[in-house]
T-cell receptor, first 113, second 111 residues
């Protein structure tokens, strides 16, 4: 089955700890994205990558880091520098050309206590 | 930078009523995409419009791309409870630019 997988679905962490969210796709897509969604809010772009070993900051990159060592994988690390990390995190992928649809993972709901 | 706005933010309708959400970009878009997110779910692609003035229909849903390629609308005829969710528009400035999402319109349908 082709698709994009995020894990875990729910994640709890103590304040001050870094946490890494996984995103894997087997759609052979070049572009991958991380969005943050807060209750009742839209999607805010954190980071995106259009090619392996390259990524760009989105609108709210502060307190986050990413890597793109493989085409299939785009993990997101939420660092202790992120002031309000509790949110719903969505990963997406698409063919590099933005004239195509984005496929979203199921999302990871992160709660920091 | 590029901004994409949507109105209204929330809409409550009686089942059977029509619903429209409007999307406006601060810059010309290469294309406009619409997504639907059910409560507790993830966004799912509905459609893409590319040409100026383009209109596309999917059963009870009608999508329109403005002549200036800066605005778009989604109209649902005779809403059903299955239409509940948040509708997002999204678009890049150019074909190889990042896609910017609007804040979404949350639709509630009262049976």
């Amino acid at each position: 089955d082709g698709g994009i997988t995020q894990s875990p679905k729910y994640l709890f962490r103590k304040e001050g700890q870094n946490v890494t969210l996984s995103c894997e796709q087997n759609l052979n897509h070049d572009a991958m994205y991380w969005y943050r969604q807060d209750p009742g809010q839209g999607l805010r772009l954190i980071y995106y990558s259009q090619i392996v070993n390259d990524f760009q900051k989105g609108d709210i990159a502060e307190g986050y880091s990413v890597s793109r060592e493989k085409k299939e994988s785009f993990p997101l690390t939420v660092t202790s520098a992120q002031k309000n990390p509790t949110a719903f995190y969505l990963c997406a992928s698409s063919i590099w050309d933005s004239n195509t649809e984005a496929f979203f993972g199921q999302g990871t709901r992160l709660t920091v206590v | 930078g590029q901004q994409v706005m949507q109105i209204p933010q929330y809409q409550h309708v009686q089942e059977g009523e029509d619903f429209t959400t409007y999307c406006n970009s601060s810059t010309t878009l290469s294309n406009i995409q619409w997504y639907k997110q059910r409560p507790g779910g993830h966004p799912v692609f509905l459609i893409q419009l590319v040409k100026s003035g383009e209109v596309k229909k999917q059963k009870r849903l009608t999508f329109q791309f403005g002549e200036a390629k800066k605005n778009s609308s989604l109209h649902i005829t005779a809403t059903q409870t299955t239409d509940v969710g948040t509708y997002f528009c999204a678009g890049p400035r150019t074909s190889y630019d990042k896609v910017i999402f609007g804040p979404g319109t949350s639709l509630s349908v009262i049976p």
